[in-house]
T-cell receptor, first 114, second 112 residues
Framework: KAGVTQTPRYLIKTRGQQVTLSCSPI?????VSWYQQTPGQGLQFLFEYFSETQRNKGNFPGRFSGRQFSNSRSEMNVSTLELGDSALYLCASSPAGTAYNEQFFGPGTRLTVL | GESVGLHLPTLSVQEGDNSIINCAYS??????FIWYKQESGKGPQFIIDIRSNMDKRQGQRVTVLLNKTVKHLSLQIAATQPGDSAVYFC???????????FGTGTRLTVIP
């Protein structure tokens, strides 16, 4: 079974631009979560989607948004990029309804904002 | 404030020795505590979890201990191997939440 895939793997943007990151969960997984990882703050939860609905949201500004499609694929968008948005963005999927402790992470998208 | 933290940012052990990675938490309203391992260039990988009403749980070469009195969590790795070199995160799943709250991580280096 294929793992979680994220595209692109690397991205360089400038301040003020916007970016869209994509995540394809493991087949059959309906829950997709997004995390931001930085050296100083560690892994911080952004939001979780289940059956195309945002079910949970972390403490991030409204510039961070996401969505999930009917095939469970998910995208996250960051508008008006700031230097502090430079980070590794990780997507994780879980089977529907159970086992949220075991989330399956993708390799991440490394975003650099110049 | 509430946090999930780690005592040491780095840990070096000799191959074959046992490793102990520690974690402190402050939120008592957590259903589960979980350990993840992140190797270079990869996303975190689930290792083991423990329900908050348990004290100990064993897996393959790993044991997690939970001391609720002092709000302390540890991961013990038996016979540490070079492949165990990674950053280890403790995380908690709080009551009513589906997401995880991660600590900042401990980098384990195994010396051959």
């Amino acid at each position: 079974k294929a793992g979680v895939t994220q595209t692109p793997r690397y991205l360089i943007k400038t301040r003020g631009q916007q970016v869209t990151l994509s995540c394809s969960p493991i087949s059959g997984h309906r829950s997709v979560s997004w995390y931001q990882q930085t050296p100083g703050q560690g892994l911080q939860f952004l939001f979780e989607y289940f059956s195309e609905t945002q079910r949970n949201k972390g403490n991030f500004p409204g510039r961070f948004s996401g969505r999930q499609f009917s095939n469970s694929r998910s995208e996250m968008n960051v508008s008006t990029l700031e230097l502090g948005d430079s980070a590794l963005y990780l997507c994780a999927s879980s089977p529907a309804g159970t086992a949220y402790n075991e989330q399956f992470f993708g390799p991440g998208t490394r975003l650099t904002v110049l | 404030g509430e946090s999930v933290g780690l005592h040491l940012p780095t840990l070096s052990v000799q191959e074959g020795d046992n490793s102990i990675i520690n974690c402190a938490y402050s939120n008592s309203a957590s259903d589960y505590f979980i350990w993840y391992k992140q190797e270079s260039g990869k996303g975190p990988q689930f290792i083991i979890d423990i329900r908050s009403n348990m004290d100990k749980r064993q897996g393959q070469r790993v044991t997690v201990l939970l001391n609720k009195t002092v709000k302390h969590l540890s991961l013990q790795i038996a016979a540490t191997q070079p492949g165990d070199s990674a950053v280890y995160f403790c995380a908690e799943r709080r009551t009513g939440a589906n997401n995880l709250f991660f600590g900042t991580g401990t980098r384990l280096t195994v010396i051959p």
